[in-house]
């Protein structure tokens, strides 16, 4: 009976830690809610679900800012420490500026109630996958994303809808049962679900079997984060999925996949005292998705498939911050994650205010340069910080994680470490050929646009506070890094 | 002011290119006057800066400003500065920037399309090349660098010719793989060396002059001059100096690495070929006289015959390739690529006489590649025609015009008179003395490069003769009402630049005074630390 009672201090004593989380499910369950009663009033289900995440993030920041030190909650099946805690804010960003895309058409879009239910799911996921501690955790918490996520992706209700959900569906299925399967080789070797409790287990150090089931584990959370080999899902997806849905799959599933992979990684090698080649492993899926992400780009005619190519690139490259296994690569790889959630929303924006004129293919941007300049150029410097020129957080961004590599190069002397720097900075060559293809057509090619120009949208102003802060995080790196560089990344 | 007089040249242009984003694109002349007026402000600093200067071999008007700090944990303090100065190296190198630039503005003159973006990325241009030409600290010189790119492709991409696309994008790619290269040095020599300037931490700064100590490196880094780090069968100080000196190579250009130049030449509008060729190509032979060489002497010791190869190659294959040429531009081109060898072999001969006449062939090559590309331009502006053939007996018709080409020509040939002679003379007195002063390179080079110079009298004389000798008549559908002589604005872009040529061909003393110094200590810090770093490493 104490044992118990000593059980539910504990979880209401969690409770307090919990409150972002506590909002977003309550923010599911009312906004489905007012879906039945005010059906036709758009507009308070959009500010509705913009309230539950600014008050999620509220919170999170609150969190993040009176404790340093890192939690265990519900009996160790989740911590919150600094480094869920900022992704989590990045999450909440991302969906605000998500749920914003939406809010812009949010007549065009059906189901609006549902829509937004959705989205808080996997916002909710993506918050308790980032925290967990516990495989049944990391795999609850991966599924609430990815059944929401493959609902989200059939949003637009077309056929071509369908087809990209399903095949994510199928897709996704498939990994998750491989990574389930993963994980209970784990289980079986160490008797354990706590990750963070592997490392004292000798199994973990040189019995082959952990090897195969650290691996099979590791390919859900490759999945999620659309790393190759398991990418070929993306483009699909993102083609028949609405604008800000892309933009949402582009940042939220991915940065809580990268979040769980880092810190499952570094448990596993236990600060490089296991036997196994981890390290090796992200290495080669980091160089496979960086060339197979940009390579495909480069022969893409509709943008979301280029986008989709460009996010299974990008995702290389946060998987370079990983790959130096060191806490500074870590850090360098949040703010990494911050100038992509930056970058690529600018991009997103306007893909979907151009979208929204009809222009779905690249070669139908001829002319906008002209007929719309000041949103052909915020898209050309989110472009351009996507393929990593200064002046912009994408070069900084790029330029931190390349440094901690040869750092970890350095230390170490691992050969696939320069391999993987030479790659990853000639991989900018080739993915400048293709970032540059909108705004070659925008600027370059003649074109007849008849789009009305009005410089004083919402878009632009979204847009200018977004390029505003591409181009802050390159002249003033240090406030960002500050920050990060407080959190403890201890395991 | 006398303190800020760098970033007042570089940051005028930037200013008037904020002011002209917020005057109406209907307004044509408005940018034009406002880009004038900020070349002319620059000039105006230029005499300040030539007024404060002192030529005694040390960089002086220097400016620093802490930038980025960033605490990196255990890997110590990452740090960045506004950090830009002045000395004989890029003196000269600024001055013909500032020219050049006000020059190549008064030739926008005629721009018609789309004036406003034009002029504002061409203010954006100055600023960067002024910037990159000053910068002492390696991640600011790679700011600038890397934002020349984007300018110079739109404005190549939008107001070229009929090929511009594909040339636009040649020139973007060459030149990103060269900046990567250089990317991968800079991060990993950041990493390596150590900054004394705040006692007891580790300070990982990109100051220039720091990294060219070789006591700075910290012990057991890779690019550590006494660690035996190895690449591949390579050392890595070795890797890292290949890096260095392909990236900055692809922008000289060298040749194999110079396919960019004559497509990118031949499709920019005048303005920006002149830019291009007097400006963007130094920067190639900028960096390495700055970066490449005095941070790995010892590499560039053990290179050095291959740099002087190359330079030499450079010089036949780009006379060669300008002597089959059939289009006016593109011969020009090659003839840039065919001078620009010149760089290479004095700078590989590392004496004072060779490196100072490296220095002296960029500036003088920047004054008669700009002449060259006008007089192109005057033609094009014209008949919209370049192809030699299709002229003939042009000096009945356009006398002054000849007589500037005919200057041109014999200044780029490297006639005695003119600076280009100064230049190559001291570049091949350095290539023949350094076998015997330093071993590094072997006579037959430089008796190989003079070659050159008979092949660049065969291909001007030849064009010579061919367009404007012999009897007038015109082919290829071109209007005879079209051929007249020189207008006043061409007569005010070119003049100057006559004048020029021939002044540093007669009295070249001022301007060695500057480079001079440079060159002296150049070349014996380049020898005696290389020479210390292979002997005991």
Same mark, same amino acid.
């Given at each position: 009976?104490?044992?118990?009672?000593?059980?539910?201090?504990?979880?209401?004593?969690?409770?307090?830690?919990?409150?972002?989380?506590?909002?977003?499910?309550?923010?599911?369950?009312?906004?489905?809610?007012?879906?039945?009663?005010?059906?036709?009033?758009?507009?308070?289900?959009?500010?509705?679900?913009?309230?539950?995440?600014?008050?999620?993030?509220?919170?999170?920041?609150?969190?993040?800012? &009176?404790?340093?030190?890192?939690?265990?909650?519900?009996?160790?099946?989740?911590?919150?420490?600094?480094?869920?805690?900022?992704?989590?804010?990045?999450?909440?960003?991302?969906?605000?500026?998500?749920?914003?895309?939406?809010?812009?058409?949010? +007549?065009?879009?059906?189901?609006?109630?549902?829509?937004?239910?959705?989205?808080?799911?996997?916002?909710?996921?993506?918050?308790?996958?980032?925290?967990?501690?516990?495989?049944?955790?990391?795999?609850?918490?991966?599924?609430?994303?990815?059944?929401?996520?493959?609902?989200?992706?059939?949003?637009?209700?077309?056929?071509?809808?369908?087809?990209?959900?399903?095949?994510?569906?199928?897709?996704?299925?498939? *990994?998750?049962?491989?990574?389930?399967?993963?994980?209970?080789?784990?289980?079986?070797?160490?008797?354990?679900?706590?990750?963070?409790?592997?490392?004292?287990?000798?199994?973990?150090?040189?019995?082959?079997?952990?090897?195969?089931?650290?691996?099979?584990?590791?390919?859900?959370?490759?999945?999620?984060?659309?790393?190759?080999?398991?990418?070929?899902?993306?483009?699909?997806?993102?083609?028949?999925?609405?604008?800000?849905?892309?933009?949402?799959?582009?940042?939220?599933?991915?940065? *809580?996949?990268?979040?769980?992979?880092?810190?499952?990684?570094?448990?596993?090698?236990?600060?490089?005292?296991?036997?196994?080649?981890?390290?090796?492993?992200?290495?080669?899926?980091?160089?496979?998705?960086?060339?197979?992400?940009?390579?495909?780009?480069?022969?893409?005619?509709?943008?979301?498939?280029?986008?989709?190519?460009?996010?299974?690139?990008?995702?290389?490259?946060?998987?370079?911050?990983?790959?130096?296994?060191?806490?500074?690569?870590?850090?360098?790889?949040?703010?990494?994650?911050?100038?992509?959630?930056?970058?690529?929303?600018?991009?997103?924006?306007?893909?979907?205010?151009?979208?929204?004129?009809?222009?779905?293919?690249?070669?139908?941007?001829?002319?906008?340069?002209?007929?719309?300049?000041?949103?052909?150029?915020?898209?050309?410097?989110?472009?351009?910080?996507?393929?990593?020129?200064?002046?912009?957080?994408?070069?900084?961004?790029?330029?931190?994680?390349?440094?901690?590599?040869?750092?970890?190069?350095?230390?170490?002397?691992?050969?696939?470490?320069?391999?993987?720097?030479?790659?990853?900075?000639?991989?900018?060559?080739?993915?400048?050929?293709?970032?540059?293809?909108?705004?070659?057509?925008?600027?370059?090619?003649?074109?007849?646009?008849?789009?009305?120009?009005?410089?004083?949208?919402?878009?632009?102003?979204?847009?200018?506070?977004?390029?505003?802060?591409?181009?802050?995080?390159?002249?003033?790196?240090?406030?960002?890094?500050?920050?990060?560089?407080?959190?403890?990344?201890?395991? | 002011?006398?303190?800020?007089?760098?970033?007042?040249?570089?940051?005028?242009?930037?200013?008037?290119?904020?002011?002209?984003?917020?005057?109406? *694109?209907?307004?044509?002349?408005?940018?034009?006057?406002?880009?004038?007026?900020?070349?002319?402000?620059?000039?105006?600093?230029?005499?300040?800066?030539?007024?404060?200067?002192?030529?005694?071999?040390?960089?002086?008007?220097?400016?620093?400003?802490?930038?980025?700090?960033?605490?990196?944990?255990?890997?110590?303090?990452?740090?960045?500065?506004?950090?830009?100065?002045?000395?004989?190296?890029?003196?000269?190198?600024?001055?013909?920037?500032?020219?050049?630039?006000?020059?190549?503005?008064?030739?926008?003159?005629?721009?018609?399309?789309?004036?406003?973006?034009?002029?504002?990325?061409?203010?954006?241009?100055?600023?960067?090349?002024?910037?990159?030409?000053?910068?002492?600290?390696?991640?600011?010189?790679?700011?600038?660098?890397?934002?020349?790119?984007?300018?110079?492709?739109?404005?190549?991409?939008?107001?070229?010719?009929? +090929?511009?696309? =594909?040339?636009?994008?040649?020139?973007?790619?060459?030149?990103?793989?060269?900046?990567?290269?250089?990317?991968?040095?800079?991060?990993?020599?950041?990493?390596?060396?150590?900054?004394?300037?705040?006692?007891?931490?580790?300070?990982?700064?990109?100051?220039?002059?720091?990294?060219?100590?070789?006591? +700075?490196?910290?012990?057991?880094?890779?690019?550590?001059?006494?660690?035996?780090?190895?690449?591949?069968?390579?050392?890595?100080?070795?890797?890292?100096?290949?890096?260095?000196?392909?990236?900055?190579?692809?922008?000289?250009?060298?040749?194999?690495?110079?396919?960019?130049?004559?497509?990118?030449?031949?499709?920019?509008?005048?303005?920006?070929?002149?830019?291009?060729?007097?400006?963007?190509?130094?920067?190639?032979?900028?960096?390495?006289?700055?970066?490449?060489?005095?941070?790995?002497?010892?590499?560039?010791?053990?290179?050095?015959?291959?740099?002087?190869?190359?330079?030499?190659?450079?010089?036949?294959?780009?006379?060669?390739?300008?002597?089959?040429?059939?289009?006016?531009?593109?011969?020009?081109?090659?003839?840039?690529?065919?001078?620009?060898?010149?760089?290479?072999?004095?700078?590989?001969?590392?004496?004072?006489?060779?490196?100072?006449?490296?220095?002296? &062939?960029?500036?003088?090559?920047?004054?008669?590649?700009?002449?060259?590309?006008?007089?192109?331009?005057?033609? =094009?502006?014209?008949?919209?025609?370049?192809?030699?053939?299709?002229?003939?007996?042009?000096?009945?018709?356009?006398?002054?015009?000849?007589?500037?080409?005919?200057?041109?020509?014999?200044?780029?040939?490297?006639?005695?008179?003119?600076?280009?002679?100064?230049?190559?003379?001291?570049?091949?007195?350095?290539?023949?003395?350094?076998?015997?002063?330093?071993?590094?390179?072997?006579?037959?080079?430089?008796?190989?490069?003079?070659?050159?110079?008979?092949?660049?009298?065969?291909?001007?004389?030849?064009?010579?003769?061919?367009?404007?000798?012999?009897?007038?008549?015109?082919?290829?559908?071109?209007?005879?009402?079209?051929?007249?002589?020189?207008?006043?604005?061409?007569?005010?872009?070119?003049?100057?630049?006559?004048?020029?040529?021939?002044?540093?061909?007669?009295?070249?003393?001022?301007?060695?005074?500057?480079?001079?110094?440079?060159?002296?200590?150049?070349?014996?810090?380049?020898?005696?630390?290389?020479?210390?770093?292979?002997?005991?490493?």
């Amino acid at each position: 009976m104490e044992i118990l009672s000593d059980k539910l201090e504990l979880i209401r004593m969690s409770i307090s830690f919990f409150i972002p989380e506590l909002i977003l499910s309550i923010g599911i369950l009312l906004i489905i809610l007012i879906g039945l009663i005010k059906k036709d009033n758009l507009t308070i289900l959009s500010f509705f679900s913009l309230g539950i995440l600014v008050l999620s993030l509220w919170f999170g920041i609150i969190q993040i800012r &009176q404790h340093v030190l890192p939690i265990n909650l519900f009996v160790g099946m989740i911590r919150v420490d600094g480094f869920s805690g900022y992704l989590k804010i990045l999450i909440d960003i991302g969906t605000l500026l998500t749920v914003l895309m939406t809010w812009r058409k949010q +007549r065009e879009q059906k189901h609006l109630p549902e829509y937004y239910a959705l989205i808080l799911a996997v916002v909710l996921g993506a918050h308790l996958l980032v925290m967990s501690m516990n495989l049944i955790m990391v795999f609850l918490s991966l599924e609430l994303i990815s059944i929401s996520s493959y609902l989200l992706a059939g949003f637009s209700f077309s056929r071509k809808g369908s087809e990209g959900s399903l095949k994510y569906f199928l897709f996704g299925s498939v *990994a998750s049962a491989v990574m389930l399967y993963g994980f209970s080789l784990l289980y079986g070797l160490t008797g354990s679900l706590d990750f963070s409790s592997f490392m004292h287990h000798q199994m973990v150090k040189d019995q082959p079997l952990f090897l195969i089931g650290g691996f099979m584990a590791l390919v859900g959370f490759f999945y999620k984060i659309a790393a190759a080999p398991l990418h070929p899902w993306s483009p699909d997806v993102y083609e028949a999925a609405p604008m800000p849905i892309v933009a949402f799959f582009s940042v939220v599933p991915k940065l *809580a996949g990268i979040g769980i992979l880092s810190k499952f990684i570094l448990t596993v090698n236990i600060m490089g005292q296991s036997a196994y080649p981890w390290q090796i492993i992200i290495c080669i899926v980091a160089i496979l998705s960086l060339t197979v992400g940009n390579f495909s780009a480069l022969w893409q005619k509709n943008v979301k498939r280029l986008m989709a190519y460009s996010s299974i690139a990008q995702s290389g490259f946060l998987l370079v911050g990983v790959a130096t296994f060191l806490p500074q690569g870590i850090h360098y790889m949040l703010f990494y994650a911050t100038a992509y959630m930056i970058m690529n929303y600018l991009v997103f924006i306007y893909l979907q205010q151009f979208e929204s004129c009809g222009m779905h293919e690249i070669s139908s941007f001829a002319g906008i340069g002209r007929s719309q300049p000041l949103s052909s150029l915020f898209l050309l410097i989110g472009l351009v910080a996507l393929i990593g020129l200064p002046p912009t957080a994408g070069f900084m961004g790029k330029f931190f994680i390349f440094s901690s590599l040869w750092e970890s190069y350095q230390l170490s002397g691992q050969p696939i470490l320069l391999w993987l720097f030479i790659f990853g900075l000639l991989n900018a060559v080739v993915s400048l050929f293709y970032y540059l293809r909108i705004p070659y057509y925008s600027f370059i090619k003649s074109g007849e646009s008849n789009i009305k120009t009005n410089i004083l949208t919402f878009e632009n102003l979204l847009g200018l506070i977004l390029v505003i802060g591409v181009l802050y995080l390159f002249f003033n790196p240090g406030l960002l890094m500050g920050w990060i560089n407080k959190i403890n990344f201890a395991l | 002011m006398q303190q800020y007089l760098i970033s007042l040249l570089i940051f005028t242009p930037l200013i008037a290119a904020l002011l002209g984003i917020f005057i109406p *694109a209907k307004l044509v002349p408005y940018f034009k006057a406002l880009t004038l007026f900020a070349n002319i402000l620059q000039v105006f600093f230029l005499f300040q800066i030539f007024n404060s200067y002192e030529s005694n071999g040390t960089i002086q008007l220097i400016e620093k400003q802490s930038w980025i700090t960033i605490n990196m944990g255990s890997l110590g303090i990452l740090k960045a500065e506004y950090f830009v100065g002045l000395d004989g190296l890029n003196l000269p190198l600024v001055a013909l920037s500032v020219v050049v630039l006000l020059i190549a503005t008064i030739s926008s003159w005629t721009i018609d399309k789309n004036v406003k973006g034009y002029f504002l990325l061409l203010l954006l241009l100055n600023a960067a090349i002024i910037g990159s030409f000053t910068a002492l600290d390696f991640l600011l010189f790679y700011l600038f660098f890397e934002f020349m790119l984007l300018p110079m492709f739109f404005l190549i991409a939008m107001w070229g010719g009929a +090929r511009r696309e =594909y040339a636009s994008i040649k020139f973007f790619l060459y030149t990103l793989v060269g900046s990567i290269f250089i990317l991968i040095v800079m991060i990993a020599l950041y990493l390596s060396v150590s900054d004394p300037s705040e006692p007891g931490r580790l300070v990982h700064s990109f100051n220039m002059l720091n990294m060219a100590d070789s006591t +700075r490196f910290i012990s057991n880094t890779i690019l550590d001059p006494h660690n035996t780090w190895m690449i591949g069968p390579f050392p890595a100080r070795y890797c890292a100096f290949l890096l260095l000196f392909f990236g900055f190579a692809i922008k000289l250009p060298m040749v194999p690495l110079h396919t960019w130049l004559p497509d990118a030449h031949v499709e920019a509008p005048t303005p920006i070929s002149v830019i291009l060729a007097a400006l963007l190509l130094k920067i190639g032979g900028y960096g390495l006289l700055r970066i490449a060489f005095p941070i790995f002497p010892d590499a560039a010791m053990h290179f050095s015959w291959f740099v002087g190869l190359m330079g030499v190659i450079s010089i036949i294959y780009g006379g060669l390739n300008a002597l089959a040429c059939k289009d006016l531009k593109r011969l020009i081109a090659y003839s840039s690529i065919s001078h620009m060898g010149f760089v290479l072999l004095g700078l590989a001969s590392l004496t004072t006489e060779g490196v100072a006449g490296s220095v002296y &062939q960029m500036v003088s090559h920047g004054i008669i590649s700009a002449m060259l590309f006008l007089i192109a331009g005057v033609l =094009y502006d014209r008949t919209h025609d370049r192809t030699i053939e299709n002229y003939s007996g042009l000096s009945t018709k356009m006398q002054s015009y000849t007589v500037i080409v005919v200057v041109a020509f014999f200044g780029s040939m490297g006639l005695p008179g003119f600076s280009g002679f100064i230049a190559e003379i001291m570049v091949f007195l350095g290539a023949f003395k350094s076998n015997s002063v330093n071993g590094l390179l072997h006579e037959s080079l430089a008796i190989v490069a003079t070659l050159g110079l008979v092949l660049g009298a065969a291909y001007y004389l030849w064009t010579l003769q061919r367009m404007f000798f012999g009897p007038f008549h015109l082919k290829g559908g071109i209007l005879e009402s079209s051929i007249v002589d020189l207008n006043k604005r061409e007569y005010i872009m070119l003049i100057p630049l006559v004048i020029a040529a021939i002044f540093f061909g007669i009295i070249p003393q001022p301007l060695m005074d500057i480079i001079d110094p440079f060159a002296k200590h150049f070349s014996e810090f380049v020898i005696n630390s290389g020479k210390s770093l292979t002997l005991n490493p």
